[in-house]
């Protein structure tokens, strides 16, 4: 079946910006993490959702960053006034019930700030 | 007390050997630890993952060894494939928590052919 997806692959944007990072999730899972990864490092977590709610967003760095699942499908990361040091990868996972089962990743949104 | 410490940061192994990676945490609180294996430009996958209650797991050329009194555990890989090079990646994770990972730094595995 199909794995969990993330678009775009690829986004390129300035200083200052806004963008939105999408994630659709593996059908049925209930739990979706976000997670960031820069460049030889492993990822950090950002924030976890059990269904639409945020049960906890505690690895979001600061209030440029806030993310949504209205309908406890697909999320969408949103960063307002982009900076340099955003750039990162930025990486989805889903999981069946987020209660120790596997979560399996997307292969991330390559996200460059210049 | 959240960091998973994980080392060596690369590795080179021929074709054949065995791989060791080793991680070290400090929250005694952890009750789950995945291996996640990473080709460049893909996303994390799940290698193998070991729960706290026993101090082995093997599946198929991987194992994981589990210390729980000295807070480390390890990934072996045995007989060593040119296919295997790729980053690996230790985790930590509270089952009664939120169910997010804590990773570790990564560590780069060349195998030679």
């Known amino acids: 079946g199909a794995g969990v997806s993330q678009t775009p692959s690829n986004k390129v944007t300035e200083k200052g910006k806004y963008v939105e990072l999408r994630c659709d999730p593996i059908s049925g899972h209930t739990a979706l993490y976000w997670y960031r990864q820069s460049l030889g490092q492993g990822p950090e977590f950002l924030i976890y959702f059990q269904g639409t709610g945020a049960a906890d967003d505690s690895g979001l760095p600061n209030d440029r960053f806030f993310a949504v699942r209205p309908e406890g499908s697909v999320s969408t990361l949103k960063i307002q006034r982009t900076e340099r040091g955003d750039s990162a990868v930025y990486l989805c996972?889903?999981?069946?019930?987020?209660?120790?089962?596997?979560?399996?990743f997307g292969p991330g949104t390559r996200l460059l700030v210049l | 007390q959240q960091q998973v410490k994980q080392s060596p940061q690369s590795l080179i192994v021929q074709k054949g050997g065995i791989s060791i990676i080793n991680c070290a945490y400090e929250n005694t609180a952890f009750d789950y630890f995945p291996w996640y294996q990473q080709f460049p430009g893909k996303g994390p996958a799940l290698l193998i993952a070991?729960?706290?209650?026993?101090s082995e797991k093997k599946e198929g050329r991987f194992t994981i060894s589990f210390n729980k009194s000295a807070k480390q555990f390890s990934l072996h890989i045995m007989d060593s494939q040119p296919g295997d090079s790729a980053t690996y990646f230790c985790a930590a994770s509270l089952l009664s928590g939120t169910y997010k990972y804590i990773f570790g730094t990564g560590t780069r595995l060349k195998v030679l052919a």
């Open positions: 996972a889903s999981s069946l019930k987020g209660g120790g089962e596997t979560q399996y």
């Open positions: 070991i729960r706290p209650d026993v």
